[in-house]
């Protein structure tokens, strides 16, 4: 049964590798612009949820699909990607001296 990784994430990827799993890496085309919620926990599930719906329509016979989607949270305050490296600087900034929580959804279909 042929494993097909929903993401463009190499950190993803690197862990299956990791251990051993064979699978095939494809790039979902699900817009997380459009979600508009602020809260970190709706977010991380709305996203993943969107990405599962991609990847329905690249289900196959004998295919397993996986995808996630992961954010950082401080203070209930949602960071994503940082899009440069000043946006990097701001959320490592804001991070300093606070807890943090990473909140990851996974999904699988098959």
């Keep these: ?6 993401s463009q994430s190499s950190a993803r990827a690197n862990l299956l590798k990791e251990h051993g799993i064979k699978f095939t890496q494809k790039a979902l085309d699900f817009d997380e612009e459009s ?11 709305l996203a993943c949820r969107g990405k599962l719906e991609k990847a329905k329509e690249l289900l196959a016979n004998n295919c397993v699909i996986v995808v996630a ?3 950082v949270s401080v203070g209930n305050r949602m960071q994503r990607k940082a899009q440069n490296k000043q946006e990097a600087l701001e959320f490592l900034k804001l991070q ?6 990473v909140l990851t959804c996974s999904a699988l279909i098959s």
Excluded: A, C, Q
């Design 69 to 71: 989607d992961s954010v």
């Design 1 to 6: 049964m042929e494993l097909i990784l929903g």
């Design 35 to 45: 979600l508009k919620t602020t809260d970190p926990r709706e977010f991380v599930y």
């Design 96 to 101: 300093n001296g606070n807890e943090i929580e």
